[in-house]
């Protein structure tokens, strides 16, 4: 029950054992595909030589961080918005969480609180927390009270909506056709308009 994305299979492995590579995904999982977003803390970890931690990313200078993200190939086609996103996070977790970014869920009393939390990071918005509420619970096991109902739709059983969906290349296509769909739909209410 873990993520299995089309990517580097020791990208996968650092996502399953590392809540800070997996957080940094989530992080970086906009206007880019997925694949791309989840296998860059892989791609840090390679620049760095280790694979780093909050308080690290939380200190590092930020231009020589827009370095590391703009290198090629980017970390993400923003790479220094996203650098900066990605320390403001790391800062949060050294503030709120002692730099451990698994209390950001292990703590929670439960599904509301989990949603507020993640809510609470820097560049999440209410979708984006849903989302990762959604992935630890489908995939990690991280199953407060209350989750399924804090993640809105994001935490129903059959659905394929995100990236808490994937688990083969079927469900990856499912969650893909959705997405394109969803945003066809507002294409054509925004013509409406």
């Excluded at 590392?18 to 791609?43: C, I, N, R, W």
Aim: net charge positive; aromatic share 8%; glycine share 8%.
């Amino acid at each position: 029950m873990t993520l299995s994305l089309p990517i580097d299979p020791q990208a996968n492995e650092l996502l399953a054992r590392s809540p800070l590579a997996l957080l940094l995904g989530m992080v970086l999982d906009q206007q880019v595909p997925m694949e791309k977003a989840f296998s860059s803390p892989y791609v840090l970890a390679q620049r760095l030589g280790h694979e780093p931690d909050a308080r690290e990313l939380a200190g590092y200078d930020p231009e020589a961080l827009v370095e590391l993200f703009a290198r090629p190939p980017a970390l993400h086609r923003f790479p220094k918005a996203m650098a900066a996103r990605a320390q403001e996070v790391c800062r949060a977790l050294v503030d709120r969480y002692d730099g451990d970014p698994a209390r950001l869920w292990s703590e929670a009393s439960d599904g509301g609180e989990l949603l507020r939390r993640v809510g609470e990071l820097p560049g999440f918005g209410r979708q984006k927390a849903q989302i990762f509420v959604a992935l630890l619970g489908k995939r990690f096991g991280v199953t407060p009270a209350g989750w399924r109902e804090a993640a809105g739709s994001y935490g129903d059983a059959e659905a394929y909506r995100s990236v808490a969906d994937v688990t083969d290349p079927d469900s990856l296509r499912r969650v893909r056709e959705f997405k394109q769909r969803t945003k066809a739909e507002a294409k054509a209410k925004a013509a409406k308009g």
